[in-house]
């Protein structure tokens, strides 16, 4: 079973930054997506980011993009997400995901993924 273990969330004031990292760990090993999605309060769970590992080619919501960076180091297994310029609405629970298909044009949907994190908590204060 492979496993996703999430951390680096926090609180922060409006305008900073956090990284977060995903770990996986266990079996398959043959992910071929590996994206961020997140939930606030009261909303649908949305995708954030995607990383594919059969091209190295990255995916972004319009909401982060030029504010996030995601990147995955294949020899720690490890997915980050460098989030900067955070604003309130970027207050969620952030969910680590990795799908063993990957299609360039349903990265954000969630039905994609086969394995899920527990989450970390990502709150800005403004």
């Known amino acids: 079973q492979l496993q996703l273990v999430e951390s680096g969330g926090g609180l922060v004031q409006s305008g900073g930054s956090l990284r977060l990292s995903c770990a996986a760990s266990?079996?398959?090993?043959?992910?071929?997506?590996i994206s961020w999605f997140r939930q606030a309060p009261g909303k649908e769970r949305e995708g954030v980011s995607c990383?594919?590992?059969?091209?190295?080619?990255?995916y972004y919501a319009d909401s982060v993009k030029g504010r996030f960076t995601i990147s995955f180091d294949n020899a720690k297994k490890t997915l980050y997400l460098q989030m900067n310029s955070l604003k309130p609405e970027d207050t969620a629970v952030y969910y680590c995901?990795?799908?063993?298909?990957?299609?360039?044009?349903?990265?954000?949907?969630?039905?994609?993924?086969?394995?899920w994190g527990q989450g970390t908590q990502v709150t800005v204060s403004s």
């Open positions: 266990g079996s398959p090993s043959n992910y071929y997506a």
């Open positions: 990383f594919s590992r059969a091209d190295g080619g990255t």
């Open positions: 995901a990795a799908g063993l298909n990957f299609a360039s044009t349903a990265w954000e949907k969630r039905h994609m993924y086969d394995y």
